[in-house]
């Protein structure tokens, strides 16, 4: 076990100049064989990694990563965390993720810096106030702490915002969780990857993986950059690149990638505290411990695997958001980029097994990943070990796609960030 | 903090006009400066040195750099609605009246409380806070946090509104330069040659990037005199758009470029005319010329930030153009010879200068210059401490060392006196926006930095952007590079090439890289070299991070945040690779690079937002009508881009008041609806009846020509998606109406099938729906109006039945009067020509007066469409409803082969009994309304969760029934009939007993009156 | 920002004057035979898609010009188009040679056919 993260630590380790520091994690070579290999280092593939170490004692298992670990939408998100969502399916795995997330940093002993900021959903338009209001009640009986706030709270909450009535969508009210926030995206990823790595998971970086070895209908290990590593069970979970990555199994994929961008300003001093997003003009904003404003909005409308997006998409988000907030016109963007996100036809997750014997799939986050993740984890972990989906996972199970078994949250907002 | 005078004498400063004194305050200091100052040059020649606190440890900080690439003098510039935070006071260009202020410090500049994390650095490094304050876990919330983001953030935001404008331009060009430095000036003119339309842009106000510091002549003027005719020439040319204070921030897919030019920022005077602030051109280029110059390199000794520490060039610059002397005595620290220059130019002024170069050998031409002038040089030595006043306000001193690359510890040292720094550690291209769409780029062991490689775009690199730094060649890349863009712009051009000039200037001695300044005693001990200075990183942080396993550079960027500052790594970004390496004993390029993001330099997003705020957000669509509902004081809403009148309270009337008359007015005499929204569109051709019988789940080819059928549309996953009456105007002629806020989405959906699904059929699909004027009648003397309208307009229930259609006239108005009803009362649908519109809606009110003849708005419409359990796509649909769930299998053929959704219907999950399905609901208490979208449980729990049965789709209170109604979608809801079903709300259990969903006018006399 | 150029009208503009609308060349079963449609055919046809990193083929539609679809091949690696081409047709013929993954399995056939002629 690893020294203990802690102000004591850290002052002991000031006296002599943080020359004792050990590593976070180590870079094995890999090994011949494991029990279990999860193919993709983000926030998704560590969480997995760590729960099955954890929660099922499997610590002779692998996570290979074909860069470095948690570079992928894991390091790249505008780090929102809610769970109020309309499908039970949905509440269950994003309420467990979100839950996990309260106490991570003394799970992980790694500061994941989770702040209940609070997450505040704009309503701008009749049709989206009765939608939250359906969310706000489902979302009630399921045990959740939101409600319904006014237009009024809405602007003791977030100054900043327009409450112009004159404006072209008036704020008519807004759908809040206390208790969503943000998250420090790249600690989520260290701090699993040092907790797996401390139980003795493998994480082999700059690995990547060139095929999925099958004998007839079960997996038994994956060709890499670093040569063939056997196995029996195979877990990917590689956002963006799923679809490639299957192929290799030969397994298709009801997924398409497409870029999604993020933006921060110059660092301010504090101007808003929550998370505020308005889905009837696509855009959402928050303020990162920095100070940089943290800005968002939705995807660019073609395939893209180059995480670069198109200019209009970003003018778009802007624009809704100088609307939104006037006071940002004389702020200044810093730094854009963007991600490549997995989107399913009903823009819901894939969790569980495949008709492949052996191999395992975690896809289809598109856009709202990040929240996810610890619950993701969790389940996915859970369902590795027993070889079963996970009661949580299995309404997520890839066979909706044929029995039109559709988990579709664009319902209750047009953008499901 | 001293307080000479900073100002030289005439000889000095050429871009400055003595004649024209401006006046500024800085911290609510008054001060006088010069038209032609930047507030760097200007505060600096008043003998402040200290602009700001740095971000985590609020070391007192200066002025380093020249142009966009500073990190420390970071300002607030303006007052109010008009204050813009985190400036670089080496960009800001002085005019009367400017108001600026430091940041980040408290209370003052000079004294500043936070710097007592100066005093603790000791137990910052990088990535502390992943650490610690984890304990108790409340804390994070409530003490950490929020102490950390009050002392994060740089500057303040403006308070309220932006009162300035701004606005965007589209630009094609054959060739855009970007940077007017002699090399872009060279691409320029050699691409305008050729006939081509070119686009030069820069940065600064003025063009010619270094030409006014850097030594050697072109053509035998100086390259200042050079560049400034060039540009004069090139701004006179016919085919060449010349843009200053214009900033290239980034290359998209296709040769798209945003440029960012800040149009009156400095004279403020231009926006009291109307100027924009700024203004954003969008650029599509056939190529592109890079001219973007080189960035110089800081060097990491010691406490390297202290204020009066420059870079080599910028202390040059400001001497030559602006007259500011860094200091009094001062100290050039180099490993190159550029910066020799710097020296010559401080000797000349007067001012006392040494060299300390870290190359053991220096005898080329600028050296020996230097020498002969007088000037100490200490070569194979470096800076290994630097020497301060208190609180590090001012240098006092430093120490040099001898210096051998590879050896560590600082054995000797001599003591010099100085109160300036100009440092040089060689120079990096400016690849940005070369990278910004993967441009390729490789290590230079000469440059010892990275230069452009290959690009899939057209795009190229020429100068110092391309890692040529000497003129001649410089030159010589220009010309050639400009003028095959021309060429490749416009091939057929003939037009004669311009000579390549000639170029003299001294051949320089490479550099040795030098990544890392030992300094007195170990470096991780106390002694901190700046790599990042604004985010304070130190070269301890990066080798910490690396020692911690974070060793790609992209988790040692994240970890101690090297590169992240507003300057984005433009000074610091190859340092810290140098020290990685040096730390790993990996090559640089093994390290690798982190990836350039747009923007180059941060820009407004008022810009990016341009003119599309406020009434130009999104455009607003309004019914012919639309003044009328306005005149009677309508309350509106917006429904897809329109705006509809949700009621027309009377003055001092309640709005439930209002609503509940409108529809009383329908039930029992007659109401006026403008209908013009909703959805029409012509459906024209031999196979017009065929498109139909696939768009809707019901079939239309059976229509006889002048009836009228509803339909329900699904999309292919078997959901409703839209719905509405569809009229067979002929036998190839349909006019089909749809929702309101779904015309648009509809039509280029029948298009989109047309076209690429049954293209063989032979359709036209039209919207019409801006080209009718549509008003309903309904109630019971909706044919007393019409007759009063018109006598021999034939209304008798047999020549015009329900779901009939008539064409002709109404008095002098030609209609299409269509006799169907969204209400369940007799009704009449009148569709007019748009511009006849408005006529006809007046004799109407007239006509309908003595039967007391009610407008009615959207939300009476809604409670009468429910009184009779008509479903609303949207309300009671939501994305997820098929025709079946809503209980209108009715409606869903069986004789046609194939509609759309029709396969989807067949899927298990879809054809499972215990789906959710529409029921109309009673509450047990008749005035109890249930709230939209409350929830029915299997069980009432004391507290959830509780297993959530369906929800209501629609709730009102139904003034005609006087009572509370509802329709909801509930679990096998048609099987429970009769069953009561518990609503858990806040604080309360409502419950309603489920009933068919028609709660008016069952059996429809009303409708056929 | 992408410029699209359109091969009907020949208009040619950013992105934001035309609209992408995911893989082409993909077949209604129902248009086809809508008497025999397994559960899997139905999902293959609304969900499952290529997306493949490289040569992939698209529907586009000229909203602000002509208002026509039409098909384009596109890199989704570099963003680059190869080629323009109508709704009603495959890709020229050394594109469908060059696709990789699992559209050469789809254009096999194609490209048989092509030969034959």
């Excluded at chain 2, 008095?811 to 009067?817: E, F, I, K, Q, T």
Aim: glycine share 10%; charged share 20%.
């Amino acid at each position: 076990m690893k020294t203990r993260y802690s102000v004591f630590s850290l002052a002991r380790n000031a006296l002599n100049y943080h020359k004792d520091w050990e590593r976070a994690w180590r870079s094995p070579a890999p090994k011949a064989e494991y029990d279990a290999i999860i193919v993709g280092a983000g926030g998704h593939g560590l969480a997995t990694a760590y729960y099955l170490a954890k929660n099922h004692k499997m610590t002779n298992i692998a996570v290979v990563e074909k860069g470095w670990l948690g570079g992928g939408n894991t390091g790249r998100n505008t780090t929102i965390i809610r769970s109020n969502y309309l499908q039970d399916p949905s509440i269950a795995i994003y309420e467990l993720a979100r839950s996990l997330y309260e106490n991570l940093s003394q799970e992980l002993n790694y500061n994941v810096m989770f702040s209940a900021r609070g997450v505040v959903m704009l309503c701008q338009t009749e049709h989206e106030l009765r939608a939250f209001k359906r969310t706000a009640h489902a979302n009630r009986l399921a045990g959740l702490d939101c409600r319904m706030i006014t237009a009024a709270e809405v602007k003791q909450i977030v100054p900043i915002i327009n409450d112009s009535p004159n404006c072209r969508y008036p704020i008519l009210g807004a759908y809040y969780q206390p208790r969503g926030g943000t998250g420090r995206h790249d600690a989520v990823a260290w701090g699993y990857a040092r907790g797996a790595d401390s139980m003795g998971v493998d994480i082999i970086q700059n690995c990547e993986v060139t095929g999925i070895r099958r004998n007839g209908g079960a997996v038994s290990g994956i060709e890499t950059t670093r040569g063939f590593i056997k196995s029996k069970k195979i877990a990917v979970v590689t956002a963006g690149h799923v679809s490639t990555i299957m192929q290799m199994a030969g397994v298709r994929m009801p997924i398409e990638s497409q870029c999604l961008q993020a933006l921060v300003s110059e660092p301010i001093k504090p101007v808003i505290d929550c998370v505020v997003m308005a889905n009837t003009v696509h855009g959402y904003m928050s303020q990162s411990d920095k100070g940089e404003l943290v800005i968002g909005g939705g995807t660019d409308p073609y395939n893209n695997y180059s995480q670069r997006g198109s200019f209009p998409a970003l003018e778009h988000t802007v624009t809704a958001l100088v609307e939104t907030f006037p006071i940002i016109s004389r702020l200044r963007m810093l730094r854009m980029w963007g991600g490549i996100v997995d989107m399913t036809g009903d823009r819901s997750p894939i969790i569980g097994k495949t008709d492949v014997e052996g191999l395992f799939v975690n896809c289809g986050w598109g856009t709202g990943g990040f929240k996810a993740i610890p619950g993701s984890g969790f389940v996915f972990a859970d369902t590795i070990a027993n070889d079963r989906p996970h009661p949580i996972a299995e309404p997520f199970g890839m066979n909706r796609f044929a029995e039109g078994r559709f988990i579709d949250e664009s319902v209750a907002a047009a953008v499901a960030h | 903090m001293t307080s000479k005078p900073y100002r030289l004498g005439e000889s000095f400063g050429h871009a400055i006009d003595r004649s024209r004194r401006v006046n500024f305050s800085f911290d609510g200091k008054q001060m006088p400066g010069y038209a032609g100052d930047t507030l760097a040059s200007a505060v600096m020649a008043n003998g402040q040195r200290v602009f700001g606190r740095s971000f985590k440890y609020h070391r007192p900080r200066g002025v380093v750099g020249l142009g966009s690439e500073e990190m420390n003098a970071l300002v607030g510039v303006g007052e109010g609605s008009r204050h813009e935070p985190n400036l670089r006071a080496t960009q800001v260009e002085l005019h009367d009246g400017l108001v600026a202020v430091s940041q980040n410090r408290w209370p003052s500049l000079s004294f500043d409380i936070g710097s007592i994390n100066n005093t603790l650095s000791r137990f910052f490094p990088g990535g502390f806070y992943y650490k610690t304050f984890m304990w108790p876990q409340k804390f994070w919330m409530s003490v950490y946090e929020p102490f950390i983001r009050r002392a994060a953030g740089l500057g303040k935001a403006p308070d309220g509104c932006d009162p300035d404008t701004y606005e965007h331009i589209h630009a094609h060009c054959d060739v855009l330069v970007v940077g007017g430095g002699v090399a872009g000036l060279a691409a320029a003119e050699a691409a305008a040659a050729s006939g081509a339309r070119v686009i030069i842009c820069d940065e600064n106000p003025q063009f010619g990037g270094w030409a006014d510091i850097a030594d050697g002549t072109i053509d035998g003027v100086a390259q200042s005199e050079w560049a400034q005719a060039k540009v004069q020439r090139l701004s006179e040319a016919e085919n060449v758009h010349v843009l200053s204070r214009t900033t290239c921030v980034g290359h998209w897919q296709h040769n798209s470029l945003i440029l960012f030019e800040r149009v009156a920022d400095h004279d403020p005077a231009l926006l009291a005319r109307g100027t924009p602030r700024h203004r954003l051109w969008k650029v599509r280029a056939r190529q592109v010329i890079l001219a973007t110059g080189s960035i110089e390199r800081p060097i990491a000794f010691a406490n390297n930030d202290r204020p009066g520490i420059m870079l080599a060039g910028a202390a040059r610059a400001f001497l030559t153009r602006y007259g500011v002397a860094p200091g009094s005595s001062g100290l050039v620290f180099t490993n190159n010879d550029d910066a020799y220059q710097t020296a010559l130019a401080l000797k000349q002024a007067g001012i006392q200068v040494r060299v300390v170069d870290s190359r053991s050998h220096v005898d080329s031409q600028l050296p020996t210059t230097a020498r002969k002038a007088g000037i100490e040089i200490m070569a194979g030595s470096a800076i290994a401490a630097v020497e301060s006043s208190f609180g590090g306000l001012d240098v006092t001193g430093v120490k040099v060392a001898p210096y051998r690359k590879g050896s560590g510890r600082v054995i000797t040292e001599t003591r010099i006196e100085c109160d300036f720094i100009a440092m040089s550690g060689g120079f990096n291209p400016a690849l940005h926006i070369w990278c910004h769409t993967g441009g390729k780029i490789r290590f230079d062991e000469a440059l010892q930095s990275f230069r452009p490689d290959t690009h899939h775009d057209r795009i190229a690199a020429v100068g110092a952007a391309n890692g040529t730094l000497a003129l001649g060649g410089a030159l010589n890349e220009a010309y050639a590079v400009g003028e095959a863009a021309g060429k490749a712009a416009l091939p057929k051009s003939k037009a004669a090439r311009p000579k390549v000039p000639k170029a003299l200037q001294e051949v320089q001695q490479a550099l040795e890289s030098l990544w890392f300044s030992p300094a007195t005693g170990k470096y991780n001990e106390g002694n901190k070299h700046f790599i990042d200075f604004q985010n304070d990183v130190t070269a301890a942080d990066l080798e910490l991070a690396q020692r911690e396993g974070y060793e790609s550079v992209e988790h040692t960027k994240r970890y101690t945040t090297f590169g992240m500052a507003t300057d984005q790594g433009k000074t610091s970004n190859l340092n810290g690779l140098g020290v990685l390496a040096e730390a790993t004993g990996k090559t640089i390029p093994q390290i690798g690079i982190t990836t350039f993001r747009p923007p180059y330099t941060p820009f407004s997003f008022g810009s990016v937002a341009g003119p599309m705020t406020r009434q130009l957000f999104l455009p607003i669509r309004r019914t012919p009508i639309y003044e009328w509902h306005k005149s009677q004081a309508a309350q509106f809403e917006p429904i897809g881009q329109w705006r509809r009148a949700y009621t027309y309270p009377k003055p001092a009337e309640e709005k439930q008041a209002s609503i509940a008359r409108e529809i009383l007015a329908v039930r029992n005499s007659v109401g006026l609806l403008d209908a013009s929204t909703l959805g029409k569109i012509e459906i024209k051709g031999p196979d017009a009846a065929a498109l139909l019988d696939r768009v809707y789940s019901n079939m239309f080819s059976t229509l006889k020509i002048g009836r009228c059928r509803y339909g329900l549309m699904m999309n292919e996953l078997g959901f409703l998606i839209d719905d509405g009456v569809t009229v067979r105007l002929g036998e190839d002629h349909f006019l089909m109406h749809t929702t309101s806020g779904g015309a648009d989405r509809v039509s280029a959906w029948l298009e989109e099938w047309l076209q690429t699904e049954w293209t063989d059929y032979k359709v036209f699909v039209t919207p019409v729906t801006e080209q009718w004027a549509q008003f309903a009648i309904a109630g019971p003397k909706a044919r007393d109006v019409l007759r009063r309208l018109d006598p021999d307009f034939e209304l008798s229930n047999e020549a015009f039945p329900h779901l009939s259609m008539k064409e002709g006239h109404l008095g002098r108005y030609p209609v299409r009067v269509f006799r169907i009803s969204f209400s369940g009362e007799l009704s009449y649908e009148v569709a007019v020509p748009a511009n006849l519109g408005r006529g006809l809606w007046d004799e109407i009110l007239t006509a309908g007066q003595d039967f007391g003849i009610t407008v009615y708005g959207t939300e009476a419409l809604h409670v009468l469409r429910a009184e009779k359990g008509y479903i609303v796509i949207g309300d009671e649909t939501d994305g997820t409803v098929t025709p079946v769930d809503v209980g209108l299998d009715g409606l869903v053929s069986k004789k046609k082969s194939d509609f759309i959704g029709k396969r989807s219907l067949e899927q298990s999950f879809l054809k499972r009994t215990d789906r959710k399905q529409l029921v109309g609901l009673l509450t047990e208490d008749p005035s109890e309304v249930l709230p939209d979208g409350a929830y029915a449980v299997q069980e009432v729990k004391d507290k959830p969760p509780m297993e959530m049965i369906g929800q209501v789709t629609s709730s009102y209170f139904s003034p005609t029934l006087q009572r509370s109604i509802a329709m909801a979608l509930i679990q096998s809801g048609r099987a429970r009939m009769g069953e009561t079903l518990s609503f858990p709300l806040d604080g309360k259990v409502v419950k309603a007993k489920i009933v068919d969903q028609v709660f008016y006018d069952k059996e429809g006399a009303q409708l056929n009156g | 920002m992408l410029i699209v150029h359109c091969p009907v009208c020949g208009a040619e503009g950013d992105e934001t004057d035309f609209h992408a609308a995911g893989e082409a060349h993909i077949r209604r079963p129902a248009t086809l035979d809508p008497e025999h449609i397994s559960d899997e055919q139905q999902r293959d046809y609304l969900f499952m898609r290529r997306n493949p990193k490289g040569l992939h083929f698209e529907r586009w539609r000229c909203d602000r010009g002509c208002g026509k679809w039409f098909h384009a091949a596109r890199d989704t690696a570099t963003m680059e188009f190869k080629a323009f081409y109508l709704a009603t047709e495959l890709p020229p013929r050394e594109l469908m040679e060059q696709a990789t993954g699992e559209w050469v399995t789809f254009f096999k056939d194609k490209l048989k056919a092509a030969k034959t002629k």
